[in-house]
Nanobody, 117 residues
Framework: VQLQASGGGLVQAGGSLRLSCAAS????????MGWFRQAPGKERDLVAG????????YYADSVKGRFTFSRDNGKNTVYLEMNSMKPEDTAVYYC???????????WGKGTLVTVSS
């Protein structure tokens, strides 16, 4: 699975952005899909994810109520809708996939999101 993330940019605090992650090579059907972010000097953390088995959606506490994960199986694309953005949301955002392993095996190139105060 090849992943390509897009949609990053500069936004003011309180604004919104939508990130997209298109999968190619094969369908992401059967894969867990996730959005991670890494701020300067910090570790890469899972922000939101959708688990194939059971369809549960996970959100980090820091983004609950503001970010929404969605997927369009027909377009083989997942999205991260980000609202009420804060300067602390500034990071490089990555999409990732895993197929039955505990490790996130497939990664797209990151897309930079900058939130100005």
């Amino acid at each position: 699975v090849q992943l390509q993330a897009s949609g990053g940019g500069l936004v003011q605090a309180g604004g919104s952005l939508r990130l997209s992650c298109a999968a190619s090579g094969r369908s992401f059907s059967g894969y867990d899909m996730g959005w991670f972010r890494q701020a300067p000097g910090k570790e890469r953390d899972l922000v939101a994810g959708r688990y194939w088995n059971g369809g549960r959606t996970y959100y980090a506490d820091s983004v609950k109520g503001r970010f929404t994960f969605s997927r369009d199986n027909g377009k083989n694309t997942v999205y991260l809708e980000m609202n009420s953005m804060k300067p602390e949301d500034t990071a490089v955002y990555y999409c990732a996939a895993r197929g039955g392993s505990p490790n996130w095996d497939y990664w797209g190139k990151g897309t930079l999101v900058t939130v100005s105060s």
